[in-house]
């Protein structure tokens, strides 16, 4: 029988980060060929490489901390100050966090009353923290799931990322007040950065776009925003959140993100990583942690009952709360500061490392296709809606539209653009994002809000009669198109079915589920190209 302790030491003696990339690369692609999020193979990568006595390290901390600055510096360019004052967001937020608190501090509170072990013998001061640590949800998961679904800019991304923010600010505001993390008197010197902008707006006009757009992105957010806020006290994430505020109202804000997503992308693989490294667990952390586990779903319902309250959708209300049904990084970090301040013990610290991991584990398969959940509950869920609505969230309707092009970006503009002037009024665009909605709106386009993936208003057009004939979706994400086909098909829709992909293996797929024609970014470019100039050309070969 093969000495597996010997194998496990030798194991643990290789060099740490070319074992963890090897581990994240091979559980990573395992996760996705069972259809599941790489960032799950990631994070069991972590939790292998602790069972075999490797650490977490310097480096990759430090790769970890670069990558969460990235996620929160573009997380910051996609946001709007306007979007965090709505009542549903700070309203949500707040309430979700207090009743967290009451709740969970009583029942824990309870429980020690009666348990032996680290359950026992707590404080009502700490079982308040120990809520309060188990009140966030995690921003860096949350908001990578929306952008893999490319929901980021619906409503209930837009919703959920909110949420998220005001919460990052609680954890802020108690990191600031706890004697661990006294900011300087200089903290609220960083006010100046706004100073900056326009200055930092004339060199992102001036950058190019090589090289240099995504070194500014990364000066910007890991040296002015999180390097700033870190010499004055303050949490170096948020600077670099501030930073993409900041710079949210660019006309290249988008671009910068697209820039920067390849290195965000890989940075983060290390904070999945740190996050299976964090220490090693004994069976009561493990216990603890599991009953934790077994609570989201309460979490998760809370926020859907107050944002119905606050007038959103069933289906928007869901979206967004499954996002947000994971326990956090700043949970983590609130537990440690605790425990440094003497305030709870630091087993609780495992704990939480414990059950956000588990969290990210058990909530990601949800997250890959929340709205196929939706539809399997969406009857019972209606139930909870008000009867009136909020003023972004009004079911979609599109009059007497014959042809509807979901997605108004570079390419469903020109489609758009291209089929009115050979059909006219009877094209309508759809776009999830407010913002684009006003500004096409604001070029006489005719366009509203909505969302492809919206599975009450494909029952609605399966349910009543409609004068719509062809649908176009070019929406920028795979499994957003993908998803909102099979809406179509579902009701035996039989008009015109036209579909943008980026890559060949995604346009087969897309032809196997039934679509009529599907158009290659990439591989078709040059055709458009050249159709798009033939007319201007053919006129000099022919006289030469």
């Not at 029988?1 to 980060?17: C, K, Q, R, S, Y």
């Not at 990235?70 to 949500?92: C, E, H, N, S």
Request: proline residues 4%.
């Amino acid at each position: 029988m093969p000495d597996f302790t010997h194998i496990a030491g030798a194991i643990a003696d290789l060099p740490t980060v070319p074992l963890a990339i090897a581990l994240a690369f091979v559980f990573g692609i395992g996760a996705r060929f069972m259809s599941l999020p790489p960032l799950a193979g990631f994070l069991l990568a972590g939790f292998v490489l602790n069972a075999l006595g490797v650490r977490s390290n310097a480096v990759i901390k430090e790769i970890a901390d670069a990558g969460v600055m990235l996620l929160l510096f573009t997380i910051g360019l996609k946001l709007r100050i306007r979007t965090l004052a709505r009542p549903d967001v700070w309203g949500v937020a707040t309430l979700h966090s207090t009743g967290t608190m009451i709740g969970f501090g009583a029942a824990i509170y309870a429980i020690s009353l009666v348990s032996p072990g680290l359950l026992g013998g707590l404080s009502p001061t700490a079982a308040v923290l120990i809520a309060f640590a188990l009140s966030f949800s995690s921003t860096v998961f949350g908001v990578k799931v929306l952008d893999e679904r490319g929901e980021a800019n619906a409503l209930h991304g837009r919703t959920a990322v909110g949420i998220l923010v005001i919460q990052d600010l609680f954890a802020v505001a108690f990191l600031t007040l706890s004697a661990a993390r006294a900011p300087s008197p200089w903290a609220f010197g960083v006010v100046g950065l706004v100073l900056l902008r326009p200055i930092l707006n004339r060199l992102l006009d001036r950058v190019g776009y090589r090289e240099m757009l995504p070194l500014f992105g990364l000066f910007t957010a890991v040296v002015l925003g999180a390097g700033t806020f870190q010499l004055v006290g303050l949490k170096p994430d948020l600077g670099a959140l501030v930073m993409g505020v900041m710079m949210a109202p660019h006309k290249r804000s988008e671009e910068l993100a697209d820039a920067l997503f390849s290195f965000k992308e890989v940075l983060l693989i290390g904070f999945f990583l740190d996050i299976g490294l964090s220490g090693k667990p004994s069976f009561e952390h493990l216990g603890i942690a599991l009953v934790l586990v077994l609570l989201l779903p309460v979490q998760a319902g809370l926020f859907f009952m107050l944002m119905t309250r606050f007038k959103l959708r069933a289906r928007s209300a869901f979206m967004a709360s499954v996002s947000l049904s994971t326990y956090s990084e700043f949970g983590l970090i609130v537990c440690a500061v605790s425990a440094e301040n003497g305030w709870v013990s630091e087993g609780w610290v495992m704990v939480l490392a414990m059950a956000v991991s588990l969290s990210f584990l058990l909530v990601a398969p949800l997250n890959i296709k929340p709205h196929k959940y939706y539809i399997r509950v969406h009857r019972f869920l209606r139930r909870f809606e008000r009867t009136t609505r909020h003023t972004e969230d009004m079911p979609l309707e599109i009059g007497d539209a014959t042809v509807a092009v979901f997605g108004m970006g570079r390419v469903g503009t020109g489609a758009y653009e291209y089929l009115r002037r050979r059909h006219g009024s009877v094209v309508i665009g759809i776009e999830s994002n407010l913002e684009k909605v006003a500004q096409h709106q604001k070029a006489g386009r005719n366009v509203i809000h909505g969302d492809a993936t919206d599975s009450d208003f494909w029952e609605r057009v399966h349910a009543a009669p409609h004068h719509l004939r062809a649908v176009l979706l070019a929406m920028p994400e795979y499994r957003a198109n993908m998803y909102a086909v099979q809406q179509i098909k579902t009701g035996n829709f039989e008009g015109f079915i036209g579909v943008l992909a980026k890559f060949a293996d995604q346009a087969r797929l897309l032809k196997a589920a039934g679509v009529h024609a599907v158009f290659n970014m990439y591989a078709e470019a040059g055709a458009g190209f050249a159709a798009s100039v033939d007319d201007a050309m053919t006129p000099r070969i022919t006289t030469t």
